[in-house]
């Protein structure tokens, strides 16, 4: 039966005209969003880079600037940007600490429009409140992106059930299902074999528009690899909606029915279930206001201002290290300042933490559930991919804090010593090396992949009993 | 006719029992985004009273301290919830609910709920606007489809043509059908949400008026696509093929469009990233006059201004302090540089805003999102509109404190110290959201565009019912 | 070949057969007649097992349709009141994608003999099925009985909105299936062409088969009246 199945369906399939339908839309559904997703990494990757270059135009300024006061010459910057002190360096020089796109960064926009790429600490910034939000236009943010991963997660089921959802009920209607069934098969197994065959053309289509448009729109570098995932992450989401469609087909009914109820388990998965598990998530462990965090900060900064003295006597006592060097003792704005802000710092440490470990917890709780909704699982994975999810700007903001910490600490003995930046100092600046997450998860597919077989094993199963009669009715 | 018709329908539509089913769902869905809502929206008033009341006795608990220090001190701009938000949340979600006052410095509003979220929020939320735009035209296309199909695949069709009767009669019986239940399913809403509002505690600035106005555009979007359904319907042979290509139509107004159209917006006219936007101010700041820098070529200018304009050769002899008087300067001078920037971004949001007007020939539901948002309050013109407001309080507050510097001070006094009680003299911030009148006004061709499309696809519908 | 034996079928309190037994032995042709709602097409449904019996038991070949469901239909080829195929796919195509699936891997020459067989035109061998009348379809699917060697041959109303050539066409058809052996059992309304095709005439009503006679033994116009007398019985109110 496959054989003659395989044959005829894909001539019927030709002769209605839907592979010719499919291959275009597909082709014009990845193209676009390929496209567009490509774009959003190229302008991420010209930033970044147009930061660097203003931070190296800077440098060479700044060298310049040193040269000048090294030889004793006058210049004309206002004395507290004057790079030899460090506080100045620290300040008005800072490095670039970037977030450089991944090769599938274009599959996904995930969290990229929410979030910055490039973050330049101070030292005598506030780390915890860092702005790491993007500067983006809200109605951006609330339509999204019409990216890779809206077309697969959204569209393709749209069109896997448009596609598959009358391949039983259109035999009843045109009348052809009466002739089937009185031959020597099992109506089940026919519908399996339609199903998969679809769902094959279906796969090959996409393979081959997924790969056409990725070499037209020259994505590079390419990585097999992570096309290789890709490719069967979408696979399989796809043959989880052909797995739904087969047990509709066989057990709903009429063609409208079916599309009916096809649409309804797709409003269910993709758009209703993430929604209510994201409110039920921020309700079961809610972010603690920000204003009140606010503030709080605000409280504690006015404390220590009153005893800066005080607080900077404690900090020297308590970081020798730091003035090991000095032999002038002269203590200025800054000593003051950067001690103050060290212990309010720790002060406020416990409070941030609970954001983070509120984030944490939802994002374990979101992660537990997600296998509710295959969409959810696909979307994530996606965002993983293309390094755009919660967790890479969570490791991300998390490194440039790290950074923010070094650069302090760097310039910190600088203070405590008195000592001059020099142009010797400037080779040993710190730099910012963003590192990938490791802790990709690669169950994905293999769980999608059984949560399907175990559905089409039920339907299998379950068309056994099925009763001939009740198809034909 | 008409009315035979509508009574024919009205009854096949109710004793169908997967449209009660659906009904139901979509009430009960209703139902929990209204009750979610609420509560969100209480929460969040609450933490906004508190955060207020706190903010605001820091400010004035301050003790003796130099205005200028004060300034540096800042205060915050808390940006309310408006009572329709209990409808449409708009971009709420996406913009910060608080801006930080400070000197010499105009910030954006920072702490967006969903930067401290996870990815799971940019799917969406259940709330009313979520069932308003997205599942009551769904709802629409399954009471819908079959309407005139059904007909065909019955072969009452036939039967009905050979009785004479009047098609655009026929059609108009088969629309009111169709527009009586949602009608009346999202009257019941809104009556709902009204109820709720009006009893809601210190609910702001909560009117009927709005809530109605928002009614009749909700309605208008379901007559457009009620008017789309049944044309596919009259149009197609069978009933499956007429569920696929409404719901292509769907899918297209409200998924696709908005985003293809968000991503056009953005490539076209692009914002620059929060760190170029600081370099470029900075840039800016730099070739200008500084407060703190009595150096500079401008301070230097504006020193020999001021002592001509007073007839003195030193500052020390000027009746005020001139380092609170260049402050104040300096101020004037950086908001000048912020007006500039803010204003080159929301001409690039006006920008943007005339492409989705564009797409809105595909989609209606982008014109309805808009006008919607624009009434509850929580569209980006209205944070806009906010960010302006308390910028403007920014300004004041700066000459407020450095006029007070400047007037009891004498220059080179930085030790000195204002009252512990003159912070009290500050007047509170305060913000209202534009009238209902001028945001019609400012959204009119949204209301055009919402129009044409009801006016246009309703006489699409009948002018194509004599072919039937 | 076929044989029912107490064969019943109830939808609720309807009986729509009622211990229908019969037997139609190979190269035997048995024509069932009877008013809508007889229980003609419920017997012709039970043997395909579309429908599982109340009660009694239906036999292919010796087998039990409804524990055999896959293997009975082997032997079956079964022709609808209004036999749809793929209105996309040739006359050829359609012939071979049936007798694939039923297990008959034929070349495109065996393919072509079974449908002059079936005395379609050879110009139409290679036409969409869009373009078919009812009649050249029923060619097709005679084709199909012949293709898949088939045994029994169900046949419900085959000549309903024939036009009288065609019906003469369709009749000489089963004549030659029938001299292979088929056994056919065919629900008609048209005396007429069951006087002239069957070997045994059935007559049913209410479920029950009321009369049986074997064609031969009978002229038309007795089958007429033998009809109408049965239909005529006014049954007493159960």
Same mark, same amino acid.
């Given at each position: 039966?496959?054989?003659?199945?395989?044959?005829?369906?894909?001539?019927?399939?030709?002769?209605?005209?839907?592979?010719?339908?499919?291959?275009?839309?597909?082709?014009?559904?990845?193209?676009?969003?390929?496209?567009?997703?490509?774009?959003?990494?190229?302008?991420?990757?010209?930033?970044?880079?147009?930061?660097?270059?203003?931070?190296?135009?800077?440098?060479?300024?700044?060298?310049?600037?040193?040269?000048?006061?090294?030889?004793?010459?006058?210049?004309?910057?206002?004395?507290?940007?004057?790079?030899?002190?460090?506080?100045?360096?620290?300040?008005?020089?800072?490095?670039?600490?970037?977030?450089?796109?991944?090769?599938?960064?274009?599959?996904?926009?995930?969290?990229?429009?929410?979030?910055?790429?490039?973050?330049?600490?101070?030292?005598?910034?506030?780390?915890?409140?860092?702005?790491?939000?993007?500067?983006?236009?809200?109605?951006?943010?609330?339509?999204?992106?019409?990216?890779?991963?809206?077309?697969?997660?959204?569209?393709?089921?749209? $069109?896997?059930?448009?596609?598959?959802?009358? !391949?039983? =009920? %259109?035999? +009843?209607?045109?009348? &052809? *299902?009466?002739? #089937?069934?009185?031959?020597?098969?099992?109506?089940?197994?026919?519908?399996?074999?339609?199903?998969?065959?679809?769902?094959?053309?279906?796969?090959?289509?996409?393979?081959?528009?997924?790969?056409?448009?990725?070499?037209?729109?020259?994505?590079?570098?390419?990585?097999?690899?992570?096309?290789?995932?890709?490719?069967?992450?979408?696979?399989?989401?796809?043959?989880?909606?052909?797995? $739904?469609?087969?047990?509709?087909?066989?057990? !709903?009914? =009429? %063609?409208? +029915?079916?599309?009916? &109820? *096809?649409?309804? #388990?797709?409003?269910?998965?993709?758009?209703?279930?993430?929604?209510?598990?994201?409110?039920?998530?921020?309700?079961?462990?809610?972010?603690?206001?920000?204003?009140?965090?606010?503030?709080?900060?605000?409280?504690?900064?006015?404390?220590?201002?009153?005893?800066?003295?005080?607080?900077?006597?404690?900090?020297?006592?308590?970081?020798?290290?730091?003035?090991?060097?000095?032999?002038?003792?002269?203590?200025?704005?800054?000593?003051?300042?950067?001690? %103050?802000?060290?212990?309010?710092?720790?002060?406020?440490?416990?409070?941030?933490?609970?954001?983070?470990?509120?984030?944490?917890?939802?994002?374990?709780?979101?992660?537990?559930?997600?296998?509710?909704?295959?969409?959810?699982?696909?979307?994530?994975?996606?965002?993983?991919?293309?390094?755009?999810?919660?967790?890479?700007?969570?490791?991300?903001?998390?490194?440039?804090?790290?950074?923010?910490?070094?650069?302090?600490?760097?310039?910190?003995?600088?203070?405590?010593?008195?000592?001059?930046?020099?142009?010797?100092?400037?080779?040993?600046?710190?730099?910012?090396?963003?590192?990938?997450?490791?802790?990709?998860?690669?169950?994905?597919?293999?769980?999608?992949?059984?949560?399907?077989?175990?559905?089409?094993?039920?339907?299998?199963?379950?068309?056994?009993?099925?009763?001939?009669?009740?198809?034909?009715? | 006719?008409?009315?035979?018709?509508?009574?024919?329908?009205?009854?096949?539509?109710?004793?169908?029992?997967?449209?009660?089913?659906?009904?139901?769902?979509?009430?009960?869905?209703?139902?929990?985004?209204?009750?979610?809502?609420?509560?969100?929206?209480?929460?969040?008033?609450?933490?906004?009273?508190?955060?207020?009341?706190?903010?605001?006795?820091?400010?004035?608990?301050?003790?003796?301290?130099?205005?200028?220090?004060?300034?540096?001190?800042?205060?915050?701009?808390?940006?309310?919830?408006?009572?329709?938000?209990?409808?449409?949340?708009?971009?709420?979600?996406?913009?910060?609910?608080?801006?930080?006052?400070?000197?010499?410095?105009?910030?954006?509003?920072?702490?967006?709920?969903?930067?401290?979220?996870?990815?799971?929020?940019?799917?969406?939320?259940?709330?009313?606007?979520?069932?308003?735009?997205?599942?009551?035209?769904?709802?629409?296309?399954?009471?819908?489809?079959?309407?005139?199909?059904?007909?065909?695949?019955?072969?009452?069709?036939?039967?009905?043509?050979?009785?004479?009767?009047?098609?655009?009669?026929?059609?108009?019986?088969?629309?009111?059908?169709?527009?009586?239940?949602?009608?009346?399913?999202?009257?019941?809403?809104?009556?709902?949400?009204?109820?709720?509002?009006?009893?809601?505690?210190?609910?702001?600035?909560?009117?009927?008026?709005?809530?109605?106005?928002?009614?009749?555009?909700?309605?208008?979007?379901?007559?457009?696509?009620?008017?789309?359904?049944?044309?596919?319907?009259?149009?197609?042979?069978?009933?499956?093929?007429?569920?696929?290509?409404?719901?292509?139509?769907?899918?297209?107004?409200?998924?696709?469009?908005?985003?293809?159209?968000?991503?056009?917006?953005?490539?076209?006219?692009?914002?620059?990233?929060?760190?170029?936007?600081?370099?470029?101010?900075?840039?800016?700041?730099?070739?200008?006059?500084?407060?703190?820098?009595?150096?500079?070529?401008?301070?230097?200018?504006?020193?020999?201004?001021?002592?001509?304009?007073?007839?003195?050769?030193?500052?020390?002899?000027?009746?005020?302090?001139?380092?609170?008087?260049?402050?104040?300067?300096?101020?004037?001078?950086?908001?000048?540089?912020?007006?500039?920037?803010?204003?080159?971004?929301?001409?690039?949001?006006?920008?943007?805003?005339?492409?989705?007007?564009?797409?809105?020939?595909?989609?209606?539901?982008?014109?309805?999102?808009?006008?919607?948002?624009?009434?509850?309050?929580?569209?980006?013109?209205?944070?806009?509109?906010?960010?302006?407001?308390?910028?403007?309080?920014?300004?004041?507050?700066?000459?407020?404190?450095?006029?007070?510097?400047?007037?009891?001070?004498?220059?080179?006094?930085?030790?000195?110290?204002?009252?512990?009680?003159?912070?009290?003299?500050?007047?509170?911030?305060?913000?209202?959201?534009?009238?209902?009148?001028?945001?019609?006004?400012?959204?009119?061709?949204?209301?055009?565009?919402?129009?044409?499309?009801?006016?246009?696809?309703?006489?699409?519908?009948?002018?194509?019912?004599?072919?039937? | 070949?076929?044989?029912?034996?107490?064969?019943?079928?109830?939808?609720?309190?309807?009986?729509?057969?009622?211990?229908?037994?019969?037997?139609?032995?190979?190269?035997?042709?048995?024509?069932?007649?009877?008013?809508?709602?007889?229980?003609?097409?419920?017997?012709?449904?039970?043997?395909?097992?579309?429908?599982?019996?109340?009660?009694?038991?239906?036999?292919?070949?010796?087998?039990?349709?409804?524990?055999?469901?896959?293997?009975?239909?082997?032997?079956?080829?079964?022709?609808?009141?209004?036999?749809?195929?793929?209105?996309?796919?040739?006359?050829?195509?359609?012939?071979?994608?049936?007798?694939?699936?039923?297990?008959?891997?034929?070349?495109?020459?065996?393919?072509?003999?079974?449908?002059?067989?079936?005395?379609?035109?050879?110009?139409?061998?290679?036409?969409?099925?869009?373009?078919?009348?009812?009649?050249?379809?029923?060619?097709?699917?005679?084709?199909?009985?012949?293709?898949?060697?088939?045994?029994?041959?169900?046949?419900?109303?085959?000549?309903?909105?024939?036009?009288?050539?065609?019906?003469?066409?369709?009749?000489?058809?089963?004549?030659?299936?029938?001299?292979?052996?088929?056994?056919?059992?065919?629900?008609?309304?048209?005396?007429?062409?069951?006087?002239?095709?069957?070997?045994?005439?059935?007559?049913?009503?209410?479920?029950?088969?009321?009369?049986?006679?074997?064609?031969?033994?009978?002229?038309?116009?007795?089958?007429?009246?033998?009809?109408?007398?049965?239909?005529?019985?006014?049954?007493?109110?159960?």
């Amino acid at each position: 039966m496959l054989r003659y199945n395989f044959i005829y369906e894909l001539r019927l399939l030709l002769r209605s005209r839907w592979i010719q339908l499919l291959s275009l839309l597909l082709l014009v559904l990845f193209g676009f969003s390929t496209f567009n997703g490509e774009q959003k990494v190229q302008k991420r990757r010209s930033d970044i880079a147009a930061a660097k270059q203003e931070v190296q135009e800077s440098d060479q300024a700044m060298i310049k600037l040193l040269d000048s006061v090294e030889r004793g010459m006058e210049v004309s910057v206002p004395y507290w940007t004057i790079p030899t002190s460090p506080m100045a360096v620290g300040n008005y020089y800072p490095r670039v600490a970037a977030m450089e796109p991944q090769p599938m960064s274009f599959v996904s926009t995930g969290q990229a429009d929410l979030f910055t790429h490039y973050m330049k600490p101070t030292v005598s910034g506030d780390d915890f409140t860092l702005n790491f939000t993007e500067m983006s236009s809200p109605v951006q943010l609330l339509f999204g992106s019409f990216d890779l991963a809206f077309v697969i997660v959204y569209l393709l089921p749209l $069109l896997i059930i448009a596609f598959t959802y009358n !391949v039983l =009920s %259109s035999e +009843k209607e045109q009348g &052809s *299902l009466r002739l #089937l069934a009185s031959q020597p098969i099992s109506i089940g197994k026919w519908v399996f074999q339609k199903l998969i065959l679809r769902f094959f053309w279906l796969s090959v289509l996409a393979t081959f528009s997924l790969l056409a448009t990725i070499f037209l729109v020259g994505i590079g570098p390419f990585q097999w690899g992570a096309f290789l995932s890709l490719l069967a992450l979408t696979l399989s989401y796809m043959l989880f909606w052909f797995a $739904l469609a087969f047990l509709v087909n066989l057990f !709903v009914g =009429s %063609s409208a +029915k079916n599309a009916v &109820s *096809l649409i309804g #388990l797709w409003v269910l998965f993709v758009l209703l279930t993430p929604s209510v598990l994201n409110q039920l998530g921020s309700k079961l462990y809610p972010m603690p206001s920000r204003t009140l965090m606010i503030n709080k900060m605000r409280e504690r900064k006015a404390a220590a201002t009153e005893r800066q003295d005080e607080i900077l006597d404690n900090f020297l006592r308590d970081h020798p290290e730091y003035a090991i060097n000095d032999s002038t003792q002269t203590r200025s704005f800054y000593h003051r300042y950067m001690a %103050s802000q060290e212990v309010v710092k720790e002060e406020l440490q416990p409070i941030v933490n609970e954001y983070e470990k509120q984030l944490q917890k939802q994002q374990t709780w979101s992660k537990q559930l997600q296998w509710i909704s295959p969409a959810i699982v696909v979307q994530e994975s996606l965002n993983q991919l293309a390094g755009t999810s919660t967790d890479d700007y969570e490791n991300y903001r998390g490194q440039v804090m790290g950074f923010a910490e070094v650069w302090r600490e760097h310039f910190m003995s600088f203070l405590y010593n008195n000592q001059n930046f020099s142009q010797a100092d400037y080779p040993g600046l710190p730099q910012f090396h963003f590192e990938q997450r490791k802790d990709k998860s690669v169950l994905t597919v293999p769980i999608l992949l059984l949560m399907t077989i175990v559905m089409l094993c039920c339907g299998l199963l379950a068309s056994k009993s099925l009763k001939t009669g009740k198809v034909l009715s | 006719m008409i009315l035979k018709t509508f009574f024919k329908e009205s009854k096949e539509v109710w004793r169908d029992g997967r449209v009660r089913i659906a009904f139901a769902i979509v009430l009960s869905l209703l139902g929990i985004a209204i009750w979610i809502s609420a509560r969100q929206y209480q929460n969040i008033n609450e933490q906004h009273q508190m955060a207020e009341t706190t903010e605001r006795a820091i400010w004035d608990n301050q003790g003796e301290k130099n205005p200028h220090s004060a300034a540096h001190y800042g205060t915050y701009a808390f940006k309310p919830k408006y009572p329709l938000s209990l409808v449409d949340q708009g971009v709420d979600k996406y913009v910060g609910t608080s801006i930080f006052l400070e000197a010499h410095k105009r910030n954006e509003a920072q702490f967006s709920a969903a930067a401290d979220q996870t990815g799971l929020a940019r799917f969406g939320d259940l709330t009313p606007d979520f069932i308003l735009l997205f599942i009551v035209p769904l709802l629409i296309i399954l009471l819908g489809y079959n309407s005139f199909t059904k007909e065909r695949e019955m072969g009452t069709l036939t039967l009905l043509k050979s009785q004479g009767i009047s098609s655009w009669k026929w059609v108009m019986g088969k629309w009111m059908a169709l527009f009586f239940p949602i009608f009346v399913l999202s009257a019941i809403l809104f009556l709902i949400a009204g109820f709720i509002l009006s009893n809601l505690q210190d609910f702001g600035v909560f009117n009927w008026s709005s809530l109605f106005t928002m009614f009749w555009i909700y309605t208008g979007y379901y007559i457009i696509f009620i008017n789309i359904v049944l044309f596919i319907s009259t149009r197609v042979k069978k009933s499956g093929i007429a569920l696929v290509l409404s719901l292509s139509v769907w899918i297209l107004a409200c998924l696709a469009a908005p985003k293809a159209a968000s991503n056009i917006a953005e490539t076209k006219y692009p914002y620059p990233t929060r760190q170029e936007f600081a370099a470029n101010v900075l840039k800016d700041k730099q070739g200008g006059l500084d407060g703190h820098n009595p150096w500079s070529k401008e301070s230097k200018l504006l020193e020999q201004k001021v002592l001509a304009e007073h007839g003195v050769d030193s500052i020390h002899k000027l009746p005020f302090n001139f380092d609170a008087y260049r402050m104040q300067k300096g101020e004037e001078h950086e908001a000048e540089i912020y007006f500039k920037h803010y204003n080159h971004l929301k001409e690039q949001f006006t920008r943007q805003s005339n492409v989705y007007r564009g797409l809105a020939v595909v989609s209606p539901y982008l014109p309805t999102r808009f006008l919607s948002m624009a009434i509850a309050h929580t569209d980006y013109a209205t944070h806009w509109d906010f960010a302006d407001a308390a910028e403007n309080y920014r300004i004041a507050t700066q000459k407020f404190l450095n006029d007070n510097f400047a007037e009891n001070s004498s220059y080179g006094e930085w030790a000195y110290r204002a009252d512990a009680d003159f912070w009290k003299e500050l007047p509170d911030f305060n913000y209202d959201p534009p009238e209902l009148r001028t945001i019609l006004t400012n959204n009119a061709s949204s209301l055009w565009i919402l129009g044409t499309w009801m006016v246009v696809s309703f006489s699409i519908l009948l002018l194509t019912s004599k072919t039937i | 070949m076929i044989s029912t034996n107490n064969l019943t079928k109830k939808f609720g309190d309807f009986t729509a057969v009622d211990n229908l037994s019969l037997s139609v032995n190979e190269g035997e042709i048995l024509c069932l007649l009877g008013a809508n709602g007889a229980g003609k097409s419920t017997t012709i449904n039970m043997l395909l097992n579309f429908i599982p019996p109340s009660s009694g038991s239906a036999t292919i070949n010796g087998l039990d349709v409804v524990k055999n469901p896959i293997k009975t239909k082997e032997f079956i080829t079964y022709i609808p009141e209004n036999l749809m195929l793929y209105p996309s796919l040739t006359a050829m195509e359609n012939l071979d994608y049936f007798s694939g699936i039923a297990g008959k891997k034929l070349t495109p020459t065996q393919l072509s003999n079974f449908l002059e067989e079936a005395g379609l035109q050879t110009n139409a061998f290679h036409k969409r099925i869009s373009t078919f009348s009812k009649g050249m379809r029923q060619k097709v699917g005679i084709a199909l009985a012949l293709a898949k060697d088939t045994k029994v041959l169900l046949l419900d109303e085959p000549t309903s909105g024939l036009d009288p050539k065609a019906g003469n066409e369709f009749g000489e058809l089963l004549q030659n299936l029938k001299n292979k052996g088929v056994a056919v059992l065919m629900a008609t309304h048209d005396l007429f062409r069951a006087k002239e095709v069957a070997t045994h005439i059935g007559i049913m009503k209410g479920g029950q088969l009321r009369q049986q006679f074997v064609a031969d033994d009978i002229s038309l116009s007795q089958l007429e009246k033998a009809y109408l007398d049965t239909m005529n019985v006014t049954e007493a109110m159960p």
